[in-house]
């Protein structure tokens, strides 16, 4: 397959079109970023302006979950939800592939979210009152805690994989079976798919994290209750 194939390899690491495809879009979005922020002044230009706008949806959203600590969780989701964008929308140009189409991908991301949960909530109350949540509200629940982080971490991984893949699949086959006639709405529908499944995973994202923040919040507020 083309999306497998390999470009060189660094000792035993054979280095493929997809780990090709991921850096480049990380290159181009660190570059982007770079040049777009240089110079920022008090009067926006459009660019600047589109950027700014782009930055305060992003927090809105998130304030919009956990309006607390909308300003902490910025720089990861946001981060997260324009790199899963532009992933996605790479299989639109001819001739490349989505990283997102590939489950290797997504299950670096999903792993990614699955650290940075726990990292978030132990930062937010401390190592010992976080996984004393697991044990809430009876030890006897702490298998079915665990299970539900692997589940859901793996989940996360196959439904953009496969939401991606299938996009894409279905792509090639309509333009096999119709040729040329309907690129249009085929690639106006690749796009709008792509929206919706970074926004789905950066949401889940994002309530999986603020979801380990609360818990400590909750825990927190129920031991003071104790006390008094």
């Given at each position: 397959?083309?999306?497998?194939?390999?470009?060189?390899?660094?000792?035993?690491?054979?280095?493929?079109?997809?780990?090709?495809?991921?850096?480049?879009?990380?290159?181009?979005?660190?570059?982007?970023?770079?040049?777009?922020?240089?110079?920022?002044?008090?009067?926006?230009?459009?660019?600047?302006?589109?950027?700014?706008?782009?930055?305060?949806?992003?927090?809105?959203?998130?304030?919009?979950?956990?309006?607390?600590?909308?300003?902490?969780?910025?720089?990861?989701?946001?981060?997260?939800?324009?790199?899963?964008?532009?992933?996605?929308?790479?299989?639109?140009?001819?001739?490349?592939?989505?990283?997102?189409?590939?489950?290797?991908?997504?299950?670096?991301?999903?792993?990614?979210?699955?650290?940075?949960?726990?990292?978030?909530?132990?930062?937010?109350?401390?190592?010992?009152?976080?996984?004393?949540?697991?044990?809430?509200?009876?030890?006897?629940?702490?298998?079915f805690h665990l299970i539900s982080e692997i589940t859901r971490?793996?989940?996360?991984?196959?439904?953009?994989?496969?939401?991606?893949?299938?996009?894409?699949?279905?792509?090639?086959?309509?333009?096999?079976?119709?040729?040329?006639?309907?690129?249009?709405?085929?690639?106006?529908?690749?796009?709008?798919?792509?929206?919706?499944?970074?926004?789905?995973?950066?949401?889940?994202?994002?309530?999986?994290?603020?979801?380990?923040?609360?818990?400590?919040?909750?825990?927190?507020?129920?031991?003071?209750?104790?006390?008094?």
């Amino acid at each position: 397959m083309e999306a497998a194939a390999i470009w060189f390899r660094i000792g035993p690491f054979a280095i493929g079109t997809i780990v090709v495809t991921t850096w480049g879009v990380m290159l181009l979005l660190g570059v982007f970023c770079w040049l777009a922020t240089r110079n920022l002044t008090l009067d926006p230009g459009p660019l600047q302006t589109m950027l700014e706008g782009v930055v305060s949806a992003i927090d809105e959203s998130i304030g919009a979950v956990l309006p607390e600590r909308a300003q902490q969780l910025l720089p990861f989701i946001g981060t997260l939800w324009i790199y899963i964008v532009v992933a996605n929308l790479v299989g639109v140009v001819p001739h490349l592939h989505a990283p997102t189409g590939n489950l290797s991908v997504t299950a670096g991301l999903a792993l990614l979210v699955f650290l940075s949960v726990h990292w978030f909530g132990i930062r937010s109350e401390g190592l010992r009152r976080y996984f004393r949540h697991y044990l809430s509200p009876t030890p006897i629940l702490l298998p079915f805690h665990l299970i539900s982080e692997i589940t859901r971490t793996v989940a996360l991984a196959v439904r953009l994989f496969g939401n991606i893949m299938s996009l894409e699949m279905a792509a090639l086959l309509v333009l096999l079976v119709a040729g040329l006639l309907v690129p249009v709405p085929l690639l106006m529908l690749h796009i709008v798919e792509s929206l919706v499944q970074a926004y789905i995973f950066g949401m889940l994202a994002l309530i999986y994290v603020a979801g380990a923040m609360q818990s400590q919040q909750n825990s927190k507020r129920d031991e003071e209750g104790n006390e008094l």
